[in-house]
């Protein structure tokens, strides 16, 4: 069974999260403090975080930016706060999806099986079937989800690295900003367009020598972006 953390300080918001998730078969565990619940990821293994953003303790700012360091497990950050910067800096940190309070408890369960599938999936890659991509002095292994650059090796955040393997598998191809989010979020209704531009930032700030002119990841103006190949 699935294995889920909540780390919720609005008792019967995380009560209520609890309840629908264990109906649809899941084992889910409560943390009400960010320390405590920042400990327990760390301590045990989960296969997706409920993540609150306003916490007693460390913040969900904090425990996002601690956990990606060394962990790829999937993080749903929610809040009532509604200003796109918030938002922003969350996927920015490694979230891979933002959720407004109040929401339905049932698009939550929906979001949560979508990222587990998702992340299971990626997983799941085996070395023998073509699973490196090398373009430009930049090697991608799907398998062991690795990244190098000129031979130094990057840190991805799980949806960062997803997006990455997806534009560096269709080279000089122009994928509009709606293809991508439904490739790597999975449901066309659960997000929106801005999540796509947060982690293209992330991912030229990581590979490009210099993000404002960009030599492998171009924004077609109008159109999307294009992984350059050469």
């Known amino acids: 069974m699935k294995k889920i953390l ?3 300080d609005e008792v019967n918001i995380a009560e209520l999260e609890k309840d629908y998730l264990e109906i649809d078969g899941f084992v889910v565990e409560i943390e009400n403090n960010g ?19 306003m916490l007693p303790g460390l913040d969900g700012f904090e425990i996002c930016r601690r956990l990606r360091k060394y962990s790829t497990v999937p993080i749903i950050m929610v809040s009532a706060k509604t200003e796109d910067m918030d938002k922003i800096r969350g996927l920015g940190l490694g979230a891979d999806d933002y959720m ?24 799941g890659f085996r070395p023998d079937s073509g699973d490196e991509i090398e373009i430009k002095g930049l090697v991608i292994n799907k398998a062991s989800r690795r990244v190098l650059l000129n ?16 534009l560096a ?15 790597i979020w999975g449901e066309e209704a659960f997000g929106d367009l801005t999540t796509v531009a947060v ?16 030599q492998y990841l171009e924004t077609v103006w109008g159109a999307g972006y ?4 050469g």
């Open 35 to 53: 320390n405590n619940g920042l400990s327990r990821c760390q301590d045990e293994n989960y296969d997706l975080i409920i993540l609150d953003l």
């Open 151 to 166: 031979g130094q090796e990057i840190t991805f955040a799980s949806k960062e690295f997803d997006l990455l393997v997806f």
């Open 169 to 183: 598998s269709n080279p000089n191809r122009v994928l509009a900003k709606e293809q991508i989010y439904v490739h």
């Open 100 to 123: 407004i309070k109040p929401f339905s408890p049932l698009e939550m369960v929906a979001r949560v099986k979508a990222h587990i599938a998702r992340h299971e999936r990626l997983l």
């Open 199 to 214: 982690h293209i930032r992330k991912i030229r700030e990581k590979i490009e020598a210099d993000p404002s002119n960009p």
């Open 226 to 229: 294009r992984f350059t190949a």
């Open 6 to 8: 909540i780390i919720e």
